[in-house]
């Protein structure tokens, strides 16, 4: 006969109920009939029955813009006018990364679940297609991505004073192109700069080549005798491969033999080879 020792439950999870502990109680024991001999007694945890790590197979999908018509402006004050931030024939080089700029036109990334992928329980690996029965329910909204990593964009027009000892960085959008690593799909800044004919132009900067130059997005910094400075409507700044290793995308799993549920937290992820579009992000309890 196998018993199950309850362990404590996700307390803070949105939205979740403990069980009727009578209910849990009335239900039958699974008789394990391994042999004529006198049954040994296997007394198991909720730790035995949920998955060690589970693997997923996912889908990386961009989020452009909706429109290029509801973009934000930068006001530089009443000397200096106005400058389109968002352009769709703005092509210039990101420092740091050598790609152009037409590159970091994104709010976010969304990982799609493809239903594949293959989880570990007792040290035995079973994989699953969207057809396997499999011994656990993932509880999340399956209208929405499993996981969308979003980067900092101008929302609302911007009025930034002119400062000779400041340099004005600006959240312009998250860098994705086909192939890409996750750990290379980042945060992008834009900042006015001022010609020698005195009109404005826009430069482009990776937050992995401010990281490099000792400071961390969006907190301020000193660099080459002026301080940096992180304006706009600023989302998360870590990479989507960053975001990945820190548990930033969840999920909460139900066992179907009991009612019992444990929060799982991304951990760490690999590109499958020949497969750019498709990432395997590992799982583990929280």
């Known amino acids: 006969m196998k018993w199950f020792i309850r362990n404590d ?5 949105p ?3 403990l069980p009727d502990l009578l209910d849990l109680n009335e239900e039958e024991g699974l008789i394990d009939m391994t042999s004529d001999q006198e049954s040994e007694i296997e007394i198991l945890s909720e730790n035995d029955l949920f998955p060690e790590k589970i693997v997923l197979r996912l889908k990386i999908a961009p989020v452009p813009y909706e429109s290029f018509q509801i973009m934000g402006m930068s006001y530089l004050g009443n000397d200096y006018g106005k400058i389109s931030i968002y352009e769709k024939t703005r092509v210039k080089a990101i420092a740091g990364v050598k790609i152009s700029s037409d590159k970091a036109l994104f709010q976010g990334i969304d990982l799609v679940e493809t239903g594949r992928g293959w ?10 297609t969207p057809f396997s029965e499999v011994q656990f329910v993932m509880e999340r909204d399956t209208q929405a991505p499993l996981f969308r990593k979003l980067f900092g964009v101008v929302r ?6 002119h400062d000779p ?6 959240p312009f959008g998250g860098l994705f192109y086909p192939g890409i690593l996750p750990e290379e799909a980042q945060q992008v800044y834009c900042e006015v700069l001022k010609k020698q004919d005195q009109t404005f132009d826009l430069g482009f900067t990776s937050s992995s080549l401010w990281r490099e130059r000792g400071i961390l997005p969006p907190q301020p910094g000193d660099y080459e005798g002026k301080e940096i400075q992180f304006e706009g409507d600023l989302e998360d700044h870590l990479s989507l491969g960053a975001a990945l290793v820190a ?5 909460l799993v139900r066992l179907k033999s009991i009612p019992e549920t444990k929060v799982y937290a991304s951990q760490s992820y690999r590109i499958p080879g020949g497969h750019p579009e498709l990432i395997e992000v590992t799982f583990v309890p929280k």
């Open 9 to 13: 439950l996700p307390q803070n999870w």
């Open 15 to 17: 939205g979740h109920q």
């Open 119 to 128: 989880f570990e329980t007792q040290g035995k690996r079973v994989d699953f």
């Open 156 to 161: 609302n027009d911007l009025k930034i004073s």
């Open 165 to 170: 000892q400041k340099r004005f960085l600006i």
């Open 247 to 251: 548990g930033s995308a969840q999920f």
